[in-house]
């Protein structure tokens, strides 16, 4: 029955894209053969991978074809299916938005290329997260990686879409590299290219093999998950996507990272030494304060949500890398409630951040710009949006009661527990890992404050936003299913973590669950010894009961007495959009205190005509430095380039050199052959 | 069964009314407290319910350009605080609704009032909502990793996360206090007090209408019963955090239940407690000017110093 469904979402969605490129001369047809499909496919998709979850044994999925060179191998373990749930939901809800999202480009753009790239993505997402074969799982990998690249470039004309496009296909092809190397070293010492040969075999391989794989495994998953510092890539690519494609990128592709590494570090390895875990939970601490830090300078608001992206996985990776060293330890339980968190959050990052980039769609397609300075008062011609934005925005601060608090309450919970299980100096790493973990959320809720407020509050500061119209029909409804799956998966936290049972019995033969539940699923226990409680679900109702007994009762009493009137202007005449604090002026403080990182450079111009004190016209630029692009990637792309320049003295350009290279390499090969 | 349940609502409603009865007083007395000791004659001690009453019959003044945020806010941040405040022990060590929530529960339930506060301070479209709300969004960013760290040291030193367990462990341990690890994370804690609710050098309590306040500018534009919530909450907040702070680190006097007698001599310590504290906050309030904005994060590195002091000294002693 498993696979049936998962193997009919699969052909669905390729019929959606073969058929989309073939409709691709009529638009209206190409973009509802495009949505249809892809809602179809992820359906059943979800149904297959729910049940598989749940199932007991991983359903095996097999079809009559494959050779040695190619072969089909398919398998849904309960981690492959709660990363196939994860995509299968946020790909409904995208598939919904783009009903109404992509009718704006019909007649304008191909839609026929659009929706077979669409729907091809989806297909490869499903089969990376469910490949068996190593091989298989690299040839998945990379039809993602060209249908995400020919989806990023899809607003070709303008140049800094095809530069990000072309810098994400580098960055991506870099990974792979080194993620090829490490499947090359693997199949080499278990003589097979089935995942299921590898299990374990990790650990069992001398250290220094089993460092390098690791490494080479964590950069070449990281690239894509967009760890700092190999995140360039990241806030350069997911905001000149279309916004539908923003979604899917943020929300679920840099998870085929996360997923990379939740299958190597919990099925490949055994008990990994703890520094592997250090280093994990250092590069976490490292991508979520810069990815903050860098959004909170962001006035491009899909930029400023892809930056978080950066963060997000970096508090997810905190979870992995105590996971990981609970797991070096010996603390089974611990190590449990750690991958628990990790995991939970990354089903909450994509429901969340799907929702704000689905949201950040509306408004940029209202108000025809992604600059957050140019929108303004956006809630009331658009409340439906505003409301959702308003519930991802809370969600992604982790502020209670909603599903951000939840999984980040987790992660402290392991944090917290972390410094009693190892005497030697590491367990430092805990608590420093907790507080600026603490210093990270916090920061995200400011730079939500400044990405709800500016575009949505106060008055519009453009003419395109006070004429914003509110999204179509089906854009709200996309929108309202993953705003809705924030506060499901906000309340609902004890019945949620038991999905988690049969992926920790898999990977560390423990059942949580039953320890995480406490007063008959009223409240979430980290299950560690005194780890306090917290009750979500108790807190919505708490303020429900009170506001309906009496904040509703009480505003319609005081509302008979209060009257509108103008805001407190200082005695000027009149309060415009020219008064209001800026996206700029907000983060200015944290600008100024933090200007070792951002080095920010400003240039004011004015132009006067009678007097310096007063200006006619004033020019103001500001601009920080972007470390890592600057000072890693700088020099590195110069020495690329330098060499490439040199190399070049070998291309001829005639065929009879090309062919004496060929002979050359054919008799080096044959003669290493014969030596070995 | 049923018993439980009714011991627990006598408990809650009694930590309800202690807190919602209790905060404008302990305003109240800091303020004459503090005009006192500037041999100023300062108000009347209850002059904050005053306010408040007063502020409740008015009618309001609502700005042109605000959306429902505005008028949500009030309440978000008045629920949202009084349901921290029953999630921490005042009174015995078991918290009414220490199920609902620990020490983390408290901080982000607090986090939440502060952001719907922020949004309404950029509602109105007016320059000094936006200017507080920045503010008070970086000042509160900055001063939770020392807040964090000096958590987690009192969790490391009680074995648990949870207030009860916590306040539990303390009773009767009056030594706890003098260990070297609990007085630096005491020092963290109480100056991130300082910067969370808003007092000098910090942010000055007493100013409207100057370019250099912070929560003052953020609910400026705020007026009648609206007004009342926001203040009321804010006084609540800050009886929210000093009895955290006096109750983690100095439980003298923490009842283990809430009846009988002891309940009495638990609230008669409290009083005590938060008296001591209140004229601590005063002497410090008249002996510092307010700091510029931007020395603050100074303040707030030595409160994080503070706090890995404290962290590093739990297994140093």
């Known amino acids: 029955m498993i696979a049936e469904l998962f193997l009919s979402g699969i052909v669905v969605w390729l019929a959606g894209a073969m058929a989309s490129l073939a409709l691709w001369r009529q638009p209206a047809a190409a973009r509802r053969v495009t949505c249809g499909a892809a809602l179809a496919g992820s359906l059943l998709d979800l149904a297959a991978s729910a049940a598989a979850i749940f199932s007991g044994s991983p359903a095996v999925i097999g079809l009559p074809f494959g050779n040695p060179v190619f072969t089909w191998a398919v398998r849904l373990d309960p981690l492959s299916a709660y990363f196939n749930v994860t995509l299968a939901v946020l790909a409904a809800a995208v598939s919904l938005y783009s009903f109404g999202y992509l009718r704006e480009m019909e007649g304008r753009r191909n839609l026929g290329a659009f929706g077979f790239f669409f729907n091809l993505l989806l297909l490869s997402l499903a089969l990376v997260f469910t490949a068996s074969n190593a091989f298989f799982f690299l040839v998945a990998w990379e039809v993602m990686a060209l249908s995400s690249f020919f989806l990023i470039s899809f607003e070709h004309e303008k140049e800094k879409t095809r530069n990000a496009g072309v810098l994400f296909l580098i960055m991506s092809h870099a990974g792979s590299g080194l993620m090829l190397i490490a499947f090359l070293v693997l199949a080499s010492a278990s003589g097979s290219l089935d995942f299921s040969s590898f299990h374990l075999l990790a650990s069992r391989m001398p250290a220094l093999q089993q460092g390098v794989v690791f490494l080479l495994f964590l950069f070449g998953f990281g690239v894509k998950a967009g760890l700092v510092p190999l995140h360039i890539w990241l806030p350069e690519a997911h905001p000149v996507a279309p916004s539908n494609v923003s979604a899917l990128m943020s929300g679920i592709v840099i998870k085929t990272g996360i997923y990379g590494m939740a299958r190597v570090f919990f099925d490949f390895y055994g008990a990994p030494p703890v520094w592997m875990g250090t280093v994990v939970l250092a590069i976490g601490v490292a991508s979520a304060l810069l990815g903050v830090l860098y959004a909170l300078m962001e006035h491009d608001l899909k930029r400023l949500l892809a930056w978080h992206s950066i963060e997000n996985i970096g508090i997810i990776l905190m979870g992995f890398g105590a996971a990981l060293m609970f797991r070096a330890l010996g603390h089974g339980n611990l190590a449990a409630l750690a991958l628990i968190a990790a995991l939970y959050h990354t089903f909450n990052h994509a429901m969340f951040k799907g929702l704000l980039f689905l949201g950040a769609g509306s408004v940029v397609q209202a108000t025809h710009t992604r600059n957050m300075e140019k929108m303004g008062g956006l809630i009331r011609r658009m409340p439906v949006t505003a409301l959702c934005f308003l519930v991802g925005a809370v969600a992604i601060s982790g502020l209670p009661p909603l599903n951000g608090f939840v999984s980040e309450w987790l992660t402290y919970q392991a944090l917290l527990a972390g410094f009693g299980t190892t005497q030697s100096l590491t367990r430092l790493m805990f608590p420093i890992a907790g507080s600026l973990l603490a210093l990270t959320a916090a920061l995200a809720a400011a730079c939500f404050v400044k990405a709800f407020a500016i575009p949505f509050l106060a008055l519009p500061r453009s003419a395109e936003a006070a004429e914003a119209r509110e999204a179509s029909f089906p854009m709200r409804a996309g929108m309202a299913v993953l705003a809705v799956g924030c506060v499901a998966l906000g309340l609902g936290a004890t019945w949620f973590v038991r999905v988690f049972d049969p992926i920790t019995q898999q990977a560390l033969g423990v059942r949580a669950s039953s320890a995480l539940v406490m007063a008959r699923g009223l409240a979430l226990s980290p299950g560690t010894a005194h780890g306090g409680t917290i009750s979500t679900a108790g807190i919505a109702l708490i303020f429900l009961l009170a506001g309906a007994a009496f904040a509703v009762p009480l505003a319609m009493r005081w509302s008979r007495r209060s009257v509108k009137g103008p805001v407190w202007d200082c005695g000027l005449p009149g309060l415009t959009a020219d008064n209001e604090y800026t996206a700029t002026a907000f983060s200015k403080p944290l600008r100024m205190i933090f200007s070792a990182l951002y080095r920010p450079r400003r240039e004011i111009q004015a132009e006067f005509e009678v007097s310096p004190h007063y200006p006619s016209a004033i020019r103001f630029e500001s601009e920080i430095e972007l470390t890592f692009e600057k000072r890693l990637y700088g020099p590195l792309r110069e020495r690329i380039m330098a060499m490439a320049n040199r190399m070049k003295g070998i291309q001829a350009g005639s065929i009879n050199v090309y062919l004496a290279y060929i002979f050359i390499t054919l008799i080096l090969l044959l003669l290493f052959g014969v030596r070995g | ?317």
């Not at chain 2, 529960?105 to 952001?115: E, K, N, P, Q, S």
């Not at chain 2, 955290?244 to 008669?268: D, Y």
């Open chain 2, 1 to 317: 069964m049923m018993e439980r349940l009714i011991d627990r609502m006598i408990e809650n409603v009694t930590q309800l009314f202690l807190l919602l009865a209790l905060a404008p007083l302990v305003t109240g007395v800091i303020r004459t407290l503090k005009a006192r000791l500037q041999t100023r004659r300062g108000p009347n001690i209850l002059q904050p319910y005053r306010d408040l009453g007063k502020l409740f019959r008015k009618g309001m003044v609502i700005p042109e350009t605000a959306s429902w945020i505005f008028a949500a806010t009030p309440w978000i941040v008045f629920f949202s605080t009084v349901l921290a405040g029953l999630m921490i022990p005042m009174v015995a060590a078991d918290a009414p609704l220490g199920l609902f929530g620990g020490v983390l529960a408290v901080i982000y339930l607090l986090g939440l009032g502060r952001f719907f506060l922020a949004l309404s301070g950029l509602d109105s479209g007016s320059s000094f909502g936006g200017l507080g709300s920045s503010r008070e969004m970086t000042i509160s960013a900055l001063a939770e990793p020392a807040m964090m760290l000096a958590i987690f040291t009192v969790a490391i030193g009680a074995g648990s996360a949870g207030l009860t367990e916590i306040a539990g462990a303390a009773i009767g341990q009056n030594w706890r206090f003098l260990a070297p690890a609990q007085m630096f994370a005491f020092a963290a804690l109480a100056l991130v007090l300082i910067a969370e609710t808003g007092r000098i050098p910090v942010d000055n309590p007493d100013t409207h209408l100057e370019l250099t306040m912070i929560h003052e500018a953020m609910i400026l534009e705020y007026s009648g019963p609206y007004l009342a919530l926001i203040e009321w909450a804010a006084s609540i907040k800050q009886l929210v955090l000093m009895t955290l702070l006096i109750n983690c680190f100095w439980p003298v006097g923490l009842q283990h239940t809430w009846f009988g007698f002891g309940a009495l001599q638990g609230i008669a310590w409290l009083l005590a407690k938060l008296l001591l504290l209140s004229c601590a906050i005063v002497l410090l309030e008249t002996v510092n000017a307010k700091m510029r904005l931007f020395r603050v994060p100074e303040l707030l590195a030595v409160a994080f110093t503070l706090g890995s002091l404290a962290l590093v000294s739990t297994f140093l002693f």
